[in-house]
Structures are given as structure tokens and as C-alpha cells.
């Protein structure tokens, strides 16, 4: 223990040195808290802006009848022969309905804490696919290996990674048992 004499001000006694006791172990904890505390904030806004920009990109998909990831993934420069199957007439409706409702229960799941880690593990999957019709190795779209869908990816393993102490919910509350 570190002992200080501090000095205190009292509008009746004036100034005096007080003898105050700090406790290191204490201190130690305080600030392991403090940053245990910007950390959980961090990762709960990451959850929100993430859950957030994904149902917004699926709704905006969901209410625009005309869209279709047709010309997106028919220009495909990696995986073409993949993409090529997926731009078919007869799977491309199939892989519309699941990019839209994807990206759309992605960001609720992240929204509401519910199925973080799954929806996390989807939303890789789903960046991945977005990412490898644009590579044209080292450079993709606007970018050299590196893209947002990659920077995307890297948040959702941060949420995978701290999700269970960090996030927040219905599914925190769920995990509690409240």
C-alpha cells in the first residue's frame, strides 16, 4: 500500500493535509474495468453498425422490385465458372431471395443480439461472395487485396470473438435468464 498526504480544503478548518491510503491491487482493478468498459462499448456499437448497415442494405433490396444481383455477379473476375451457375435463370431468383433476406435478417439478428455468432458466420460467408467476383488479384474493386468486404469480415470475427461478454440483447438477456 502507497501512503500520500494530500492536502484538503475546508471553508471552516482551511487547508490540512489529509493522510489517504492507496490500495494498487484496487487501483489495478479500476482501470482494468474502465478499459473492460470501452471495450464493451466498442464492441456493442460495432454490433449496432454492422446489424444496422446489412438491414438496410437487404431491406432497400427487398422493397425495390427491380433489383437483382444478375449484373453483379455476371462480370464475376474469380470464380467465374461459380458465378456463371449462379447467374443462371433458374438459381439466380434463388440467390436474389437469399441475398436480400440475407443481408435483411443478418442485421436484425445483430440488431436485436440474437444469433450473434451465427449471423456473424453468415455475414462472412456472405462478404466473402460478395468479394471474390470483384478480385482481380492484387487488386480488387477500388482497392489492392484488401476491400470493405474484407474489412467487413474482420468485424464480424470481433463480433465471433467478444460477442458472449460484450454484446448486447435479447440475447444477452436470454443467456442470463432474465
Do not use: C
Not at 484538503?8 to 490500495?23: A, C, I, V
Not at 471495450?39 to 446489424?51: A, E
Not at 453468415?122 to 462478404?127: D, E, F, Q, S
Not at 474489412?151 to 440483447?169: D, E, M, P, Q, R
Amino acid at each position: 500500500m502507497l501512503h500520500f498526504l494530500i492536502p484538503l480544503r475546508s471553508k471552516e478548518m482551511g487547508t490540512y493535509p489529509q493522510k489517504r491510503t492507496f490500495d494498487i491491487k484496487n487501483e489495478e482493478k479500476i482501470i482494468k474495468r474502465t478499459f473492460m468498459s470501452g471495450k464493451k462499448i466498442s464492441v456493442v456499437l460495432l454490433q449496432i453498425g454492422l446489424g444496422w448497415l446489412l438491414f438496410y442494405s437487404g431491406i432497400t433490396k427487398i422493397l425495390d422490385p427491380s433489383w437483382t444481383s444478375k449484373g453483379y455477379i455476371e462480370n464475376a473476375k474469380t470464380f467465374s465458372g461459380l458465378y456463371d451457375f449462379f447467374a443462371s435463370p433458374s438459381i439466380l431468383p434463388i440467390v436474389d431471395l437469399l441475398n436480400e433476406w440475407g443481408l435483411t435478417i443478418i442485421g436484425i439478428a445483430l440488431l436485436t443480439g440474437l444469433f450473434i455468432r451465427w449471423a456473424s458466420i453468415a455475414g462472412i460467408l456472405i462478404m466473402l461472395l460478395y468479394y471474390f467476383p470483384i478480385l482481380e488479384f492484387p487488386h480488387v474493386g477500388h482497392g489492392y487485396i484488401v476491400d470493405e468486404h474484407i474489412i467487413y469480415s474482420i468485424a464480424f470475427l470481433v463480433l465471433i470473438k467478444f460477442h458472449k461478454g460484450f454484446g448486447y440483447g435479447i440475447g444477452k438477456l436470454i443467456q442470463r435468464g432474465e
